[in-house]
């Protein structure tokens, strides 16, 4: 009898297991279903039929091209958080960025260069490129930007984007289209020249390179193609940040307490180092008198709402 009721008792535990494990599943499964109803990819990215980059036309009859371009369309188009955020704030560099381009001679596309290198942001990568335009110590150095322990001016927009203007350039001189100048300022003029020289082609669209340099001209292309017709890629309704009412103060002299030059301008710390990157510490030397702009927004003009 107590064997049994042993066997019986088990029996209904199995059961009882078996039960819980059905329903959990049933509900994995209306959750899951739920979840996906609300991220329907059902139709095609938005593919042009035909475009240019830095003025230069781009061969998409070419099944390659058109397919290197898709995949990153792609990309951008659903890593949502990254591609809102360059809308919503691009206006506030983009003016200054153009402008330089276009005193320089240099197409307003590549800008768009800028935001495949650093989104936009005041980054340092692994290897140590910082700044939008994402450059190295020793390239900065070579253009003539001061890069010490206390001023960094790869993170001065203006002076930086002078720089990136330099480089074009010079490149430019050297392979005669701007899209391999684009592709150069991923792989360096030395190894694209190697490359298009070793495969006797002057277009990147004919070179065969590493994937990433595969991939950055067409990254770049992307943005562009996004970020001028962001409805056709599902971005509607974006609301930009507002632009903010900025305070230019020229210094030619030394400032001991950064802190306290903030508060004397009618702004803080705070304000002053998120908008002049390039002021590594605390204080500014200055023993050669240079005369440098900074750029503050006073407190009654953070007030938005």
């Not at 480089?167 to 991923?186: D, E, Q, R």
Request: hydrophobic share 40%; proline share 4%; net charge neutral.
């Amino acid at each position: 009898m107590n064997n049994i009721l042993k066997n019986l008792l088990i029996i209904i535990g199995l059961c009882s297991v078996v039960a819980l494990t059905t329903a959990a599943i049933s509900c994995g499964d209306n959750s899951e279903s739920t979840n996906d109803s609300t991220f329907v990819v059902s139709k095609q990215i938005y593919m042009p039929t035909e475009a240019t980059l830095f003025g230069e036309r781009v061969p998409l009859e070419y099944y390659e091209v058109a397919e290197s371009l898709e995949r990153e369309l792609l990309v951008n188009t659903f890593y949502q958080s990254q591609t809102t955020m360059i809308l919503k704030y691009m206006h506030r560099f983009f003016p200054t960025i153009d402008s330089i381009l276009a005193k320089n001679g240099i197409p307003s596309d590549f800008k768009y260069l800028a935001v495949a290198e650093s989104g936009l942001r005041v980054n340092i990568s692994p290897k140590g490129a910082a700044g939008f335009w994402q450059i190295i110590e020793t390239t900065a150095k070579q253009y003539g930007l001061t890069v010490t322990t206390e001023i960094d001016e790869r993170y001065d927009l203006e002076k930086a984007t002078e720089v990136a203007c330099k480089y074009f350039k010079n490149a430019y001189n050297k392979f005669g289209n701007w899209t391999m100048v684009a592709a150069s300022y991923n792989l360096g003029m030395g190894g694209l020249a190697k490359q298009a020289g070793y495969q006797k082609i002057t277009s990147f669209y004919d070179l065969y390179t590493n994937s990433e340099t595969g991939r950055y001209v067409f990254r770049i292309l992307a943005f562009k193609l996004i970020l001028e017709n962001p409805e056709k890629y599902g971005y509607i309704g974006i609301t930009p940040y507002p632009t903010i009412k900025q305070k230019i103060v020229i210094v030619d002299s030394a400032i001991t307490d950064l802190s306290e030059f903030a508060r004397s301008q009618g702004s803080n710390y705070k304000m002053l180092k998120s908008l002049n990157p390039w002021l590594r510490e605390k204080y500014l030397p200055n023993k050669e008198n240079i005369p440098y702009k900074i750029i503050l927004v006073e407190d009654k003009e953070r007030v938005i709402r």
